[in-house]
């Protein structure tokens, strides 16, 4: 309960730095008793205990990295003297983005998916950072470009949907269109609700530029186990079924809780080319 209250401290947006939030470095993790460490580090493979035998499960651990490989990404996620992690700088127009000058990727979703809060998750352990967090929809309305190191660029996108920018379609068109360092798009969707037709339009845009993506379940700790399942499985279905750029593995996250963020950034590391091979366990 205190790990809780501390997590949702932190969530709101403190004022000025803070150290980082229970549970943010695996080292923490590791100290959980190992049914509750599952779930943080790996709570798509632990949902899906609750499959029926013979149900498919292939797609659930194509992704599914060893300590030392999860220990790797989260290095590169931690500032430190020499490896600085830092926002570049914010784009309307492809003409004022940065560069391409390291591999990138990108998150997109629907206003208030919570796609701020996991980017802030994500820089958990890179205090200076700051990602604005806002209570209100769509509080995103440029690109916002972020420098891991030397190794990748990390883009956050405006949310579609409420209080999208009226120039939204065509910002991210050209970027999608243009941006040849794109090594992944991260889609993400409300584990609560599920896709939403917002979502189906972004889906339609991704398949129909070729563009590579991953689907990001958000939200995980806010619906039940079985709602979260239903939903896991009817986005699964329709991964198989409707989709041929989207990875079959879906990644299911908590921003508040860390859920999913350790086994997040160990992906994003992975399709950015800085784990050249990712301990299968």
């Known amino acids: 309960m205190q790990l809780l209250r501390a997590a949702r401290s932190w969530a709101r947006g403190p004022q000025g730095r803070s150290p980082p939030p229970p549970l943010a470095a695996l080292s923490q993790v590791l100290k959980l008793e190992q049914s509750r460490r599952d779930g943080v580090m790996f709570p798509l493979q632990r949902l899906a205990r609750n499959l029926a035998p013979g149900a498919e499960a292939a797609a659930i651990s194509l992704f599914q990295p060893g300590l030392a490989a999860l220990q790797r990404a989260e290095a590169l996620f931690t500032s430190g003297r020499g490896h600085a992690i ?21 998150f997109i979703g629907r206003s208030n998916v919570g796609k701020s809060s996991l980017i802030r998750a994500l820089f958990s352990l890179a205090p200076e950072v700051e990602v604005r967090v806002s209570k209100t929809p769509g509080h995103t309305k440029k690109m916002n470009f972020f420098n891991i190191g030397k190794y990748f660029t990390l883009v956050d996108m405006p949310g579609y949907g409420y209080r999208a920018p009226k120039d ?62 239903k939903n896991v499985l009817g986005i699964q279905e329709f991964v198989k079924e409707k989709t041929q750029g989207c990875f079959p593995q879906l990644f299911l996250v908590s921003s508040l809780e860390f859920s999913g963020v350790h086994l997040l950034r160990c992906f994003v590391a992975h399709v950015t080319g800085n784990l050249p091979t990712v301990e299968a366990s």
């Open 86 to 106: 830092d926002y570049v700088s914010s784009a309307v127009r492809m003409e004022h983005a940065p560069p391409p000058a390291l591999p990138e990727v990108c």
């Open 168 to 229: 939204f379609v065509d910002m991210v068109e050209a970027y999608l269109q243009e941006r040849h360092n794109l090594k992944r798009t991260f889609l993400l969707v409300d584990g609560v609700v599920g896709i939403q037709s917002t979502d189906l339009i972004a889906v339609e845009m991704l398949e129909e530029f070729g563009i590579p993506y991953v689907m990001v379940l958000t939200k995980i700790d806010r619906a039940s186990k079985g709602l979260l399942l």
